[in-house]
């Protein structure tokens, strides 16, 4: 089993829409939380951290950390075209290095 | 201005050769990264190196050296280049090691092997 299970979709939905993102884990000593987005030909941009379990909100992006569940989500509200895009989760520990999840490849159609 | 740049944005070359890949900051970071995304868009660390120094070696072939001249440069020499190098190899910076500063990253470098 992996260390970050995400699915890699690719996920098209239509423009407003609620976007929901997860990704599992294994490794239950993990503590920080992490979204990322990657634009088409560009490098990965931090979105939303979260440390430990619980709710973070910034303008339409929730991130959500179950640790219980090893689970964490990242919805997206009044999903517009500029969010097509591929999102990636990613996880350590301190000390240790950021493990990613594989990436979702998210559409947003107008 | 570009906060994480690399150098060449992309690589075309023969198995076998050497190459090189630089990768400057201007964050004022200490902390700097390579990390491989292969073509399943899987993104793996490589290396770290925090104040020049190296602090995160993952299981990577020796033929990847890291060269770090100072805190805001943080290069790749690949030797004998195989076949399945073949990536895109990512730079990234951060203030420090704390795993609540973000990193952030440059646009990459496209690396095909013939």
């Known amino acids: 089993q992996k260390e970050v299970e995400q699915d890699p979709g690719p996920l098209s939905v239509p423009e407003g829409a609620i976007v929901s993102l997860n990704c599992t884990y294994s490794?239950?000593?993990?503590?920080?939380f992490m979204w990322y987005r990657q634009y088409s030909r560009k490098g990965p941009e931090l979105l939303m951290y979260?440390?430990?379990?619980g709710n973070k909100e910034d303008g339409r992006f929730t991130a959500q950390v179950d640790k219980s569940s090893k689970y964490i989500s990242l919805f997206i509200r009044d999903s517009q075209p500029s969010d097509s895009a591929t999102y990636l989760c990613?996880?350590?520990?301190?000390?240790?290095?950021?493990?990613f999840g594989k990436g979702t490849r998210l559409s947003v159609i107008a | 201005d570009t906060a994480v740049s690399q150098t060449p944005k992309y690589l075309v070359t023969q198995m076998g050769n050497d190459k090189s890949i630089k990768c400057e900051q201007n964050?004022?970071?200490?902390?700097m990264y390579w990390y491989k995304q292969d073509s399943k868009k899987f993104l793996k660390i490589m290396f770290s190196?925090?104040?020049?120094?190296?602090?995160i070696n993952e299981t990577v072939p020796n033929r990847f050296s890291p060269k770090s001249p100072d805190k805001a440069h943080l290069n790749l020499h690949i030797n004998s280049l195989e076949l399945g190098d073949s990536a895109v190899y990512f730079c990234?910076?951060?203030?420090?090691?704390?795993?609540?500063?973000?990193?952030?990253f440059g646009d990459g470098t496209r690396l095909s092997i013939l």
């Open positions: 990234a910076s951060s203030r420090g090691t704390d795993p609540n500063q973000p990193q952030h």
């Open positions: 490794n239950s000593a993990f503590q920080y």
């Open positions: 979260t440390y430990s379990s």
């Open positions: 990613a996880m350590n520990r301190r000390g240790t290095p950021l493990v």
């Open positions: 964050l004022g970071h200490d902390t």
């Open positions: 190196y925090n104040n020049k120094e190296l602090i």
